[in-house]
């Protein structure tokens, strides 16, 4: 099945911990992004990437960090230095930057 | 940045209504796109609008691409439970080379 996997569903820290959460997509898609969503709240682009090996900043990039060593991966480090960690995080790929996005079922990370 | 005003920001309606949703900019888009949301999880698309004026549906829903390109709006009729979620417009502006703009969501409920 193709798709875009995010894991866990469930992620629990204690504060001060590094954690880096998972996306990968089988779509073949260029792009891939990360999106913040607190409760009732909408969409918050954190990062994102337009090919493998480059990336850039979103609208709240500070206290976060990706890699994208491959087309299908895309994990996002939520350092110590983000200071309200808990939130659920969304993963999304497009054929190319700007096209439709298609999102991953979400990672809730909850730093205790 | 580019933005997306979206409306109602909620709303709660019996089953069986009709509901509409609506996107709007002060700048123009060159596509629309509108997702849902279901609890806890990623957003679905519903329906994609590339073409100012067109008027596009799937089901029980309707969407509209404004003929201004600075709009869009979402018709759902005879609404039932599982209509519950948020739902999401977004707009993509720079001819793939930005990612896509998304309006805060609009929470529906639907009351039985």
């Known amino acids: 099945d193709g798709g875009i996997t995010q894991s866990p569903k469930y992620l629990f820290r204690k504060e001060g911990q590094n954690v880096t959460l998972s996306c990968e997509q089988n779509l073949n898609h260029d792009a891939m992004y990360w999106y913040r969503q607190d409760p009732g709240q909408g969409l918050r682009l954190i990062y994102y990437?337009?090919?493998?090996?480059?990336?850039q900043k979103g609208d709240i990039a500070e206290g976060y960090s990706v890699s994208r060593e491959k087309k299908e991966s895309f994990p996002l480090t939520v350092t110590s230095a983000q200071k309200n960690p808990t939130a659920f995080y969304l993963c999304?790929?497009?054929?190319?930057?700007?096209?439709?996005?298609?999102f991953g079922p979400g990672t809730r990370l909850t730093v205790l | 940045g580019q933005q997306l005003n979206q409306s109602p920001q909620s709303m709660f309606i019996q089953e069986g209504e009709d509901v509409s949703m609506n996107c709007t900019s002060s700048s123009i888009f060159n596509t629309w796109l509108w997702y849902k949301q279901d609890p806890g999880e990623g957003p679905v698309l519903l329906i994609a609008l590339y073409k100012a004026g067109e008027l596009t549906s799937n089901g029980r829903l309707t969407a509209q691409f404004g003929i201004t390109r600075k709009d869009s709006f979402l018709n759902i009729s005879a609404s039932i439970p599982s209509d519950v979620g948020i739902y999401f417009c977004?707009?993509?502006?720079?001819?793939?080379?930005?990612?896509?703009?998304f309006g805060k969501g609009t929470r529906l409920s639907v009351i039985a």
């Open positions: 977004a707009g993509e502006w720079n001819s793939g080379n930005t990612p896509l703009v």
């Open positions: 999304a790929s497009s054929p190319r930057d700007g096209d439709t996005q298609y």
């Open positions: 990437s337009q090919i493998v090996n480059d990336f």
